[in-house]
């Protein structure tokens, strides 16, 4: 089964290996001291991931977008404590290895942190996977377990507990997540406004807090090739914060597409979450709430806000190549997703 594959860097995405390789020596000599050699890991969307070879060592360094004009999304210090404090507790967190704050290196903050070799899902599923319904509804159970077990971890007692603000935490995401989409926005999509005025009206109360990762999916999940409902690896904790575990959960159901979903969501699937077997939206809520213990009374809300979460994102990382930050062609037809993502918020809802 083929691994997660890299590719050669994309142009205008370099890396300063010079640069890096002396950084390198003077304060983190272990890594070793051969020449360097940079792939990149080719299909995210938002912090640029590399591997990193020094001799036999592998490494993966992160870093923000070039042109990126959100800090706080792209913040290499948060992530890195994040990690740094949840690895020895939740076996599957990546262990960070180095953090550099000094721009000069890289032109950004970095870090860099251990490699989890196993299988990512994309669009496509592996073999083994779409011809097995039971290895399907197998890989969705654990899914959602490990969502569950990540949300009971005590993050007072890992050194997590000023990580976020928990109260007031729904009003702050819809507000927040409407006011980015305002400065991102780079041409007229009414359901946006719409959904974003449901949202702050229909909010309802707090169901508690927990260390939430905000972009839980299949393609930030790293599976053992011998046994894919193992998971050996969870990546991207750049939005980790203290919330609502339940609006972590509309987040992570707005990225699961059923094959009952109208056309132009299944086109915009994210991964392979409608292959026969596997669960359905419903079924995940219910998984949830018998391994997590929490009632989820309102999952239609916290599924709509996560629909209207991932457009932003979409058009945050759109208005990058439509203002030059980037030339990646992967970007250049974000904006129709954009308006299918809110077109699903508000007709679902609305």
């Known amino acids: 089964m083929q691994l997660d594959a890299t590719k050669p860097v994309r142009a205008g995405e370099e890396l300063a290996l010079e640069r890096l390789s002396a950084y390198f020596r003077e304060r983190w000599p272990e890594a070793g001291s051969g020449p360097l050699r940079v792939e990149q890991f080719p299909e995210g969307y938002s912090n ?12 993966v360094l992160r870093r923000p977008p070039f042109g990126n004009e959100v800090k706080a999304a792209h913040d290499m210090g948060r992530e890195f404590r994040v990690l740094s404090s949840l690895a020895p507790a939740f076996p599957s967190a990546p ?33 083994e996977l779409a011809a097995s319904p039971a290895l399907a509804r197998g890989l969705g159970e654990s899914f959602v377990d490990h969502l569950a077990r990540l949300h009971a971890l005590d993050y007072q007692a ?86 609502d575990p339940l609006m972590d959960l509309g987040v992570t159901l707005s990225y699961w597409i059923e094959a009952s979903d109208p056309e132009p969501m299944r086109q915009a699937a994210f991964g392979p979450t409608a292959l026969p077997g596997n669960l359905t939206r419903r079924e995940i809520v219910e998984r949830y709430e018998a391994a997590s213990g929490r009632k989820v009374k309102n999952a239609d809300y916290y599924y ?42 508000y007709e679902f809802r609305i």
Not at 48 to 59: H, M, P, S, W
Not at 108 to 126: N, S, T
Request: charged content about 25%; hydrophobic content about 40%.
């Open 304 to 345: 709509t806000y996560g629909l209207f979460k991932l457009a932003v994102i979409v058009q945050q990382i759109y208005a990058r190549y439509v203002r030059g930050h980037t030339q990646d062609p992967r970007f250049a037809h974000l904006d129709k997703l954009v308006e299918t993502l809110a077109r699903r918020a």
């Open 48 to 59: 640029l991931t590399y591997l990193v070879r020094c001799g036999e060592q592998e490494f």
């Open 158 to 243: 890992i050194g997590l507990g000023d990580l976020g603000r928990p109260e007031g935490f729904i009003g702050r995401q819809v507000a927040g997540w409407t006011k980015r989409y305002q400065q991102a926005q780079t041409s007229d999509v009414p359901p946006m406004a719409q959904v974003a005025l449901w949202l702050a009206a229909q909010a309802p109360g707090e169901s508690g807090a927990a260390l939430i990762h905000n972009d839980y999916k299949y393609d930030n999940l790293v599976l053992e090739p011998s046994d894919l409902t193992r998971i050996v690896g969870v990546l991207d904790w750049e939005m980790a914060t203290i919330g």
């Open 95 to 127: 262990k960070p290895c180095l953090f550099c704050d000094d721009a000069s290196v890289l032109g950004a903050p970095f870090y860099v942190m251990e490699r989890r070799r196993g299988v990512i899902l994309r669009k496509k599923a592996p073999p």
